[in-house]
């Protein structure tokens, strides 16, 4: 029997797969190479099935004898080892990003004398068109909740931004750019105490209570399906925390962000220049345990703010704190700094690293604005936060506008700050799909 390898994703089975495995299946014997999760991370949105299902649907395909994973964009790994007679796929890689690995499985096949079997490309049939319908489908709050884990695991760096309100929570879900024909966007939300308050009118003092930010959420949450990470301030007194943490889980919240802070609320970019007390790592320890102790699923994260490079109690006590919380059971340590100067985040983050390997590191680069994700990749963080910017740039514009209306007693010259009426009237559709 000939042996035949097909890659697929099979988050999606439409005609043109099927078609495609049926002409596989009158080559040979199919082995279908199962892009794992990380490999599609490079180039895409997570598809929305995890490896294990995604691994069922493709082992049932009539024709398929076994699957394995393809752990990279590229067909090298298994094409060595397999050495297939045939590799089939549709045409639509002749052009564009996926191009080079046409090139690359060529070249592989030619040296045992394999044959690359194309098929036209079938139109009316697209993944990427259908993973878009499956975001206006929506989500469960499980799947929405798991999926920041499955980000971590799969890409170098997880990208996140704020957001306030639904239509923030939109910009956030549906804005994309492309790069070199690979699609780039938020990987999730930022539910901020700052922008949340503010957006409200009222200063990042705890002032707008759980309830009232729970509504935020939910405002979020559905017109969204990414994940989210919520800022709960210091969480609260540790019998008010462990609600709050079933409150979150049962609503689809991704992981809660608490800093090591008592006493009355205060934003953290104001550093020393306010009175803020920091906790005691033993009492913050326990905060975090009893959270970890009452949640229900294995998916939900606690994330450890560390406030010593804020309050400027030290490096040592900030790294004495991330072992207490990490032996606490914390899932994630978020180190935060106001310097412009990466140096601090750096040391941090490298030295944290070398003891503990495994635990994810976030940042929340507001002031430190000019390293890239990819440099603070390399310094071994796995979530950057973008806390803040869409609301810091919706502010200015808003205002722009009331001035101009005041000074020119009309609306004319404001328009250029403004959507045109009929953008506006058809920024949000009517129905769901
Ligand atoms: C927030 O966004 O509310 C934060 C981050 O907690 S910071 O404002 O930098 O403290
Ligand atoms: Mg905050």
Same mark, same amino acid.
């Given at each position: 029997?000939?042996?035949?390898?097909?890659? *697929?994703?099979?988050?999606?089975?439409? =005609?043109?797969? +099927?078609?495609?495995?049926?002409?596989?299946? @009158? *080559?040979?014997?199919?082995?279908?190479?199962?892009?794992?999760?990380?490999?599609?991370?490079?180039?895409?949105?997570?598809?929305?099935?995890?490896?294990?299902?995604?691994?069922?649907?493709?082992?049932?395909?009539?024709?398929?004898?076994?699957?394995?994973?393809?752990?990279?964009?590229?067909?090298?790994?298994?094409?060595?080892?397999?050495?297939?007679?045939?590799?089939?796929?549709?045409?639509?890689? +002749?052009?564009?990003?996926? #191009?080079?690995?046409?090139?690359? %499985?060529? $070249?592989?096949?030619?040296?045992?004398?394999?044959?690359?079997?194309?098929?036209?490309?079938?139109?009316?049939?697209?993944?990427?068109?259908?993973? #878009?319908?499956?975001?206006?489908?929506?989500?469960?709050?499980?799947?929405?909740?798991?999926?920041?884990?499955?980000?971590?695991?799969?890409?170098?760096?997880?990208?996140? !931004?704020?957001?306030?309100?639904?239509?923030?929570?939109?910009? %956030? @879900?549906?804005?994309?750019?492309?790069?070199?024909?690979?699609?780039?966007?938020?990987?999730?939300?930022?539910?901020?105490? *700052?922008?949340?308050?503010?957006?409200?009118?009222?200063?990042?003092?705890?002032?707008?209570?759980?309830?009232?930010?729970?509504? /935020?959420?939910?405002?979020?949450?559905?017109?969204?399906?990414?994940? !989210?990470?919520?800022?709960?301030?210091?969480?609260?007194?540790? @019998?008010?925390?462990?609600?709050?943490?079933?409150?979150?889980?049962?609503?689809?919240?991704?992981?809660?962000?608490?800093?090591?802070?008592?006493?009355?609320?205060?934003?953290?970019?104001?550093?020393?220049?306010?009175?803020?007390?920091?906790?005691?790592?033993?009492?913050?320890?326990?905060?975090?345990?009893?959270?970890?102790?009452?949640?229900?699923?294995?998916?939900? *994260?606690?994330?450890?703010?560390?406030?010593?490079?804020?309050?400027?109690?030290?490096?040592? $006590?900030?790294?004495?704190?991330?072992?207490?919380?990490?032996?606490?059971?914390?899932?994630?340590?978020?180190?935060?700094?106001?310097?412009?100067? =990466?140096?601090?985040?750096?040391?941090?983050?490298? /030295?944290?690293?070398?003891?503990?390997?495994?635990?994810?590191?976030?940042?929340?680069?507001?002031?430190?604005?000019?390293?890239?994700?990819?440099?603070?990749?390399?310094?071994?963080?796995?979530?950057?936060?973008?806390?803040?910017?869409?609301?810091?740039?919706?502010?200015?514009?808003?205002?722009?506008?009331?001035?101009?209306?005041?000074?020119?007693?009309?609306?004319?010259?404001?328009?250029?700050?403004?959507?045109?009426?009929?953008?506006?009237?058809?920024?949000?559709?009517? #129905?769901?799909?």
């Amino acid at each position: 029997m000939k042996q035949v390898y097909v890659a *697929l994703v099979a988050d999606f089975i439409h =005609p043109g797969h +099927l078609n495609i495995i049926e002409k596989a299946r @009158e *080559l040979g014997e199919i082995t279908i190479g199962l892009y794992t999760d990380e490999a599609i991370a490079t180039f895409s949105r997570l598809p929305v099935l995890e490896y294990e299902h995604r691994r069922i649907i493709a082992e049932n395909l009539k024709g398929v004898v076994s699957v394995v994973p393809q752990k990279a964009m590229s067909y090298r790994q298994n094409l060595d080892t397999l050495k297939p007679d045939y590799v089939v796929h549709g045409d639509d890689w +002749l052009i564009g990003a996926e #191009s080079c690995f046409r090139e690359e %499985v060529l $070249d592989l096949l030619s040296t045992w004398g394999g044959k690359l079997v194309e098929l036209p490309y079938s139109q009316g049939f697209s993944s990427t068109l259908m993973a #878009s319908d499956a975001r206006k489908q929506g989500t469960t709050p499980e799947i929405r909740m798991k999926s920041l884990r499955r980000l971590i695991k799969a890409r170098p760096v997880v990208r996140i !931004m704020e957001a306030h309100n639904g239509l923030s929570g939109l910009i %956030v @879900e549906e804005t994309f750019v492309e790069e070199n024909g690979i699609r780039r966007e938020f990987d999730g939300i930022w539910e901020s105490s *700052l922008t949340d308050s503010a957006s409200k009118g009222k200063p990042d003092t705890s002032t707008v209570d759980i309830s009232s930010r729970v509504s /935020t959420i939910d405002q979020i949450m559905e017109v969204t399906t990414k994940p !989210m990470i919520v800022d709960a301030d210091n969480g609260g007194l540790t @019998e008010h925390f462990v609600y709050t943490v079933r409150t979150l889980e049962r609503l689809g919240v991704s992981a809660v962000i608490i800093e090591d802070k008592i006493g009355p609320k205060r934003n953290s970019l104001f550093g020393t220049e306010v009175t803020q007390t920091q906790d005691t790592k033993e009492e913050f320890a326990d905060k975090i345990s009893q959270g970890k102790r009452v949640q229900v699923t294995k998916d939900f *994260l606690i994330i450890a703010r560390i406030e010593s490079l804020i309050l400027e109690t030290g490096m040592k $006590d900030a790294l004495e704190r991330g072992k207490a919380y990490v032996e606490a059971g914390v899932d994630g340590i978020m180190i935060h700094s106001r310097r412009k100067e =990466p140096d601090e985040i750096l040391e941090f983050c490298q /030295t944290f690293r070398k003891d503990f390997p495994a635990i994810p590191l976030v940042v929340v680069p507001s002031s430190l604005n000019s390293m890239t994700e990819d440099e603070l990749a390399d310094a071994g963080v796995n979530i950057v936060i973008y806390a803040n910017q869409m609301l810091r740039s919706a502010f200015p514009a808003m205002k722009k506008t009331a001035e101009s209306i005041l000074t020119h007693h009309r609306a004319k010259e404001a328009g250029e700050y403004c959507l045109s009426i009929k953008e506006v009237i058809s920024l949000i559709p009517e #129905s769901m799909s």
